[in-house]
Every structure is written in C-alpha cells, then in structure tokens.
C-alpha cells in the first residue's frame, strides 16, 4: 500500500519533551512499542548500539536514555517529568543495560537493537532505528524482517510455516509474510481500527502459531488506505493551486484531508494547538533557570537586552530570535516542545511567523494558514526525514526554508514568490554541517535557531522582491539530498566534527583505561 508523508504526523510534530525529536521522541516511540510486543510486566531492557553510530555521542546528553525508559514504562510523553525514570524504573524493579558495541550497524545512524524481558520469563528481540524528525522503525523481530512504523495497529503472527496459509484466511487487513527459513514465518498485518480481541484469541489458540502480538500506533493520526492524493511533488501543487485558484494553505488542507480523512475545521484545530504550544513554549522557556548540559539560560538574558539596549536592531526578528532561543532552553530543560520539522529547529516557525504577523496587523487565522503554509513546504524535504545525518541543512535549513515560505504567504498568494521564498531559505545553509558539541543539543543549536529568524525574514523579503532562485522546490530538496550524501561520503558530519571529536576523545579514554587494568 502506498504511503505519503504527513503534515500532522511527519513534519509539524511530534509533540514531546525536549531536546530531541529523532533522540527523544523517537526512542519513546520505539519502547512504548516494544513493550506493547512484550507479555507480562518488563522487568529487564538490554539495548546495544553502534559504537560510531548517532547514539554513541547523544545517548545520555540528549535523554535517549531516558526515552526509552519512559516509553516502556508507559510514562505520558506530553506530561511526565524525565528526570524522575531512574527513579520509578527502580521502583518498579526495572533494570536497564546500555551497551556500545561493533555489533550494531552504523547506518541508520540511530540503531538500536532491544533485548526486553517480563517477569513471567517471556523475552522479546527486535531491531529499531529512530530516523529522523520522530520517525521510528522496528525491522526485525526475533530474527525475521519486517516493518513496523507505529501509524498503525500491527498485528504480528509467528506460525510454522506450513500454516501461514491457514493464517492468511482469518486476516481481513493488509499483511506481509516474510519465511525465517528455520520453519517459521512472521506476518505482519496492519489496521486502522484497533485489531479483533477475538481473532487474537483465535490466533493464540491455533495449532502451529508460535505468538500473536498487538502494538498500538504512536502517531497522532492514521492514515486512510490508498488515499486519493491532490498532488504528491512541489511542481504538483503548485500547478494545483494555480489551477484550482486557491492559496497554498488551501492546498495543505487538501492534502492532509486526503491522508487522514479528518475535516478541514478539525485539521485548523490542530493546527491551532501546534500553534498555542509554541508559543506556550517560548513563554515558558524565559522561566527556565537550569538544564543539563553544557551551557547555561540566556534566553530571559537575551528578552531582556532586545528590549533595553543598547543593540543592532533587526525589527520583528529581535522579539522572534529571542523566542527562538526561549523555546529551545525550554525544549533543553525537558519542557514539551512542537518539533518543527525537529526538535533542533522547533524554535524557528512559530516566532518568526508571530512576530511578523503583528508587524502586519495580521490575526491569528493568518498565523494558522501560514503555519499550513510552513507545514506543506516542509513536506517535499520528507525523503531526508529531518535528520541531522544528511547535514543540519536537514532541520535547520529545512525550517528555515519552511519559515520563509509561510512569510511570504502573509504578504501574497502568489505560488511562485512562496516557492522562490522557500528554495532561498534552503539556498541559504546548504551544507550546513550538524554538530552537537559534546553531543547536546545546545551549541551550536541555540544560536543556529536564533539566526535562522532573520535568515527566513530575508528570504521572504527577497522572493517578493523578486530575486530568482534558478531551480524549483522539488529540484532543492534533491539538491539538500545530494549534498548530505556528500557530507556522508567524506566523513564529515552524521553528526559532525565535534560529534566525531567526543567518539576519538572516548576511544583515547577506553585505551587509557584498558593500559590502567594491565599495569
């Protein structure tokens, strides 16, 4: 069945704690569904990861530790305090094992392979990766491939292989089969309603089924089977707008009505709460005193010395970088964060589009069609799933490309100058490395969120004025694509020199220590 990204699901989300959507709402995701697999109470997680993979420098200094404690604990992600897992875990006679190793592959770069025991003695195996912008994957369970993306409900059947068939008759649903080849194979079946406790039952009881196993979706919204797309490129839509007269916002309705089947008022709806958490976020974020990590707050700081001077004024983007900042000290300190496409960028859209809005005497209405707008654009970067393995040219870049076309929509609906806007904003850090230094998300994070405000001011600015980009939306997100698999290809990001730094500087460490042990 064919798939499409999702404005709600992919792009404008997740909604999670900070700092992280691909190393802290992903790794929620993954446990909360692995445990979902698991019969009995968890007692016992074992995960082992790549040694020069993502997590070996963000593990702990982004809360994927954490994450994936909440998530199979079953803490609510929107409300549960992080800093407290340790402590319930033990309270809950949980116990947790972390391990490094050459094992795992590096590629994809945030590769987990989870261990995970109850206290009735069952014991479950599946391979996950977390790809980018809270995008999971589970590709293998107990040693069979399959593909679990959390959107759905998934039923998994391991049978002996000779009643697959048998198996295949009872299943109303869309279902994959791969053979283990040691005479057993796993179905995977995926449903947009919750699944049949009957036929689970019947599954459980039948000659020659090994295990029948449920996982809920993790995502907001389910998408309709084989959905009737209005368009699926940059070029598509635009071409739809002109043909249909109506806005691009219009046309992000569209589209995201045709994958989740809910209402245009509905989908405003959720827009709104998108909206009113971000700003939620940066009113919050003044607030905060401390975080872990590697730096300290300044966003009150910041706030305070835009308004009293003395400064360099850059207009509304004073008041929106100095929000930018406050939303990611926020997302820093655990606060609930609306990824935009990621956590790392999460403080770009709303405050750029806020304070320009204001500028303009524009409404609240205005703000929500712009964020549509932001939302819609960011779509045709989908193929790089917002990681920062394909460069921060991936998150901030895309939310600066994102932010730049839905300025421009406040001032026109001309298709060309939102699409001239939206390529200048990508133009405008191609190749930009991600970096995390010390593996936070703090610097060069911060200040790269901070510049990406006036950097998507611009690029609105110069599309009205007509500068030329020479290529279109869906040229640039291939051009982003190909840089980052540069940026792989030599060495030099996923995730960066510094990145690269702490795994030499923690290699240099384990010699040091293992030269201790002999002498």
């Known amino acids: 069945m064919k798939t499409y990204p999702s404005i709600f699901n992919d792009c404008l989300s997740p909604v999670s704690p900070g700092p992280s959507s691909s190393n802290t709402a992903g790794p929620y995701r993954l446990g909360s569904m692995a445990v979902d697999l698991l019969e009995g109470k968890p007692s ?90 809270g995008e999971i994957i589970i590709s293998e369970m107990d040693g069979i491939e399959t593909y679990i993306d959390g959107k759905f409900y998934y039923l998994l059947v391991r049978a002996a292989t000779e009643k697959v068939s048998e198996v295949h008759t009872m299943l109303s649903c869309p279902f994959t089969t791969v053979d283990g080849g040691n005479g057993e194979s796993l179905i995977t079946a995926r449903s947009r309603e919750p699944l049949n406790s009957k036929l689970v039952a019947e599954l459980r009881h039948k000659e020659g089924v090994v295990y029948a196993r449920c996982i809920n979706p993790v995502y907001d919204i389910i998408p309709v089977d084989n959905p009737q797309m209005p368009f699926t490129t940059a070029k598509e839509m635009f071409d739809y707008v002109k043909e249909k007269n109506i806005p691009v916002w219009q046309a992000a309705l569209d589209y995201e009505r045709a994958i989740s089947g809910c209402s245009d008022s509905d989908l405003m709806k959720i827009a709104e709460s998108l909206w009113d958490l971000s700003v939620y976020s940066a ?7 401390s975080f872990d990590g590697n730096t300290s707050p300044h966003a009150l700081q910041t706030k305070n010395r835009y308004e009293n001077g003395p400064i360099v004024s850059l207009g509304v983007a004073d008041k929106a970088s100095a929000d930018a900042l406050s939303i990611m000290e926020y997302a820093a300190a655990h606060g609930v964060i609306a990824c935009m496409p990621t956590g790392g960028s999460s403080g770009i859209p709303v405050p750029s589009i806020r304070y320009s809005a204001e500028a303009l005497k524009k409404s609240k209405e205005d703000c929500l069609k712009a964020l549509l707008v932001a939302g819609i654009v960011g779509i045709f ?71 990406a405000v006036p950097t998507a001011i611009i690029c609105a600015n110069a599309a009205l004025a007509g500068c030329e980009t020479l290529l ?28 690269c730094k702490v795994q030499r500087d923690a290699a240099i460490a384990a010699k040091e220590r293992v030269g201790e042990d002999r002498e």
């Open 44 to 133: 016992h997680l074992y995960i082992e990861m790549a040694k020069e993979g993502g997590y070996f420098a963000t593990f702990y200094g982004m809360h994927s530790d954490k994450a994936f404690l909440a998530g199979i604990l079953k803490k609510d992600i929107r409300t549960y305090d992080f800093d407290q897992i340790y402590t319930d875990a033990e309270s809950n006679d949980f116990s947790y094992t972390f391990e490094f190793t050459d094992s795992v592959p590096v590629k994809p770069s945030e590769s987990a392979w989870l261990t995970l025991r109850s206290d009735n003695g069952d014991k479950i195996f599946v391979k996950t990766a977390s790809l980018g912008g």
């Open 283 to 289: 009113e919050q974020g003044y607030a905060v005193t």
């Open 381 to 451: 970067y989908y193929p790089t799933h917002y990681h920062g393995a394909w460069g921060c040219q991936a998150e901030i870049g895309v939310s600066i490309s994102m932010t730049a076309g839905a300025l421009a929509s406040l001032l026109t609906d001309d298709p060309d100058v939102i699409e001239r806007a939206a390529v200048l904003g990508a133009q405008s850090v191609l190749g930009q490395i991600c970096d995390p230094v010390d593996g936070c998300s703090q610097v060069p994070c911060f200040i790269r969120n901070m510049t």
């Open 472 to 499: 279109g939306l869906d040229k640039m997100s291939e051009t982003v694509l190909r840089v980052g698999l540069k940026l792989k290809e030599y060495g030099i990001n996923d995730l960066g020199v510094c990145y």
